[in-house]
């Protein structure tokens, strides 16, 4: 078997639970020795500073970014739900550098990587390729993967899991809470429970990786003669609970086609929300991660590569009825009727103060603007999403407002929101109005 990679560099993942904690912990002496250090430099100068100022710093940033992603897991993860969930909320600075977790993260060394192989394949693992590259291809907060040849010369993506990660879940959760909580890295006003806490539940899911797979053969079942979207297959001999084998699609990371011709661009954000679509009326399941990574584009075929499925889900009946007909009322439908429907499928309380109503009223008006106008609309070249954030920022901070969805329905808002966010950072420009008509039409 070939070694074309002689890569040994990479950061070991921390196994045991107190050195994860310790690695937590240093985080939060870090920021605070820097808050300490600059706050005497800026008293010096005469400068009276605040602590909010001190803490929000990119400095602070790239410490907590370089740490959560030496870390990996569940650490890992909840800086990366931070960091899209919550970015318009954030100073631009500190967003943006928090960002980088969804791309940066360190993969493991090989001689970790050997152990993990020969403990889920035994002792002869090689033999089963002609060619095994030790240097990943991704790495991601679970996981990471490598390519591989198998002697028939179909060539293999092989999704590794962390040593540890699965184990660690739940304490690091609560970790990385406290962290946030104790250290002030994060907004008071900024209420980060219901992201640490879907961020919990989706790595339990993620880190199931016979789920996994059979959420990736259901896609790949529901899409096999798609001419638009491509997805791998699965090889059952090789996968276990730690590893996922599937083959490998040469495929570039759509956040890297912002040079692309405007027209692939708007294909590609076409694809996206049409698959959105497509996953709530027709297959009733969902990958509800919208993070970039999970997607490719083929620059010889033009298909929409699926390249993620731990986060997938099932989607009931009865709430893609109330998908169905909020979105009907929001095309055809009277105000009233909009208001009746988001208060059914759990977007505002039912005992909302009507104080407020005019308020909310004026922010779904914006929202839903991309979908009842039957033309183009220009993700980058208008300003909805920062006039919706100005509006809701007064609201966010009553109390009697704050209102958690339903679970299910957090899940499919948050994929809705990533592709609007994807289409937004391609600057696509999609009659959103026309992908969704046929499917109301029945």
């Known amino acids: 078997m070939s070694d074309n990679t002689k890569d040994k560099s990479g950061t070991p993942v921390p196994t045991r639970r107190l050195s994860r904690l310790a690695g937590l912990g240093g985080v939060a002496a870090n920021v605070a020795g820097g808050v300490a250090i600059q706050g005497v430099r800026q008293m010096a100068s005469g400068k009276r500073p605040k602590i909010s100022d001190l803490l929000l710093t990119p400095k602070n940033a790239q410490k907590l970014t370089h740490q959560l992603s030496n870390m990996r897991g569940a650490a890992m993860k909840i800086g990366q739900m931070i960091s899209m969930d919550s970015g318009d909320f954030l100073p631009k600075e500190f967003a943006d550098i928090l960002a980088r977790l969804r791309a940066d993260a360190q993969h493991m060394p090989r001689s970790q990587l050997m152990r993990v192989l020969t403990q889920e394949w035994g002792d002869d693992w090689q033999a089963q390729f002609s060619e095994f590259e030790y240097k990943p291809v991704a790495a991601a907060s679970i996981g990471q993967v490598q390519r591989a040849r198998l002697p028939n010369g179909d060539t293999l993506a092989i999704k590794v899991q962390y040593p540890g990660v699965k184990d660690s879940i739940d304490s690091d959760v609560n970790n990385v809470a406290s962290l946030l909580r104790i250290s002030g890295l994060i907004p008071g006003n900024l209420d980060v429970k219901p992201i640490i806490e879907e961020g919990r539940r989706q790595l339990h899911q993620e880190a199931d990786y016979e789920r996994e797979a059979e959420y990736l053969n259901r896609f790949r079942n529901v899409l096999r003669d798609d001419k638009n979207f491509q997805v791998p297959n699965h090889y059952k001999t090789l996968s276990t609970d730690k590893i996922l084998a599937m083959s490998y699609i040469e495929s570039r990371p759509i956040e890297y086609m912002l040079d692309a011709p405007q027209e692939t661009r708007d294909r590609i954000s076409a694809l996206l929300i049409e698959l959105t679509l497509r996953e709530i009326f027709v297959f009733n399941i969902m990958q509800t991660d919208p993070n970039f990574a999970n997607y490719g584009y083929n620059l010889e075929n033009g298909k929409l590569v699926l390249l993620d499925f731990g986060a997938s889900c099932d989607i009931e009946k009865g709430l893609v009825a109330a998908y169905k007909n909020m979105f009907s009322a929001i095309v055809r439908g009277t105000q009233q009727d909009i208001i009746e429907n988001a208060i059914q499928i759990g977007f505002i309380p039912a005992d909302m103060p009507v104080k407020y109503l005019t308020d909310i009223l004026e922010i779904i008006d914006l929202a839903i603007q991309p979908l009842c106008q039957d033309k183009i609309f220009d993700f980058g070249a208008n300003e909805v999403a920062?006039?919706?954030?100005?509006?809701?920022?007064?609201?966010?901070?009553?109390?009697?407002?704050?209102?958690?969805?339903?679970?299910?329905?957090?899940?499919?808002?948050?994929?809705?929101?990533?592709?609007?966010?994807?289409a937004t950072r391609l600057g696509a420009r999609v009659n959103i109005h026309s992908l969704l008509q046929k499917y109301l039409a029945n």
Request: net charge positive.
């Open 386 to 422: 920062a006039q919706i954030r100005d509006k809701s920022m007064p609201l966010a901070s009553q109390r009697e407002l704050w209102h958690l969805p339903p679970a299910e329905t957090v899940f499919i808002q948050r994929k809705i929101g990533g592709v609007y966010l994807l």
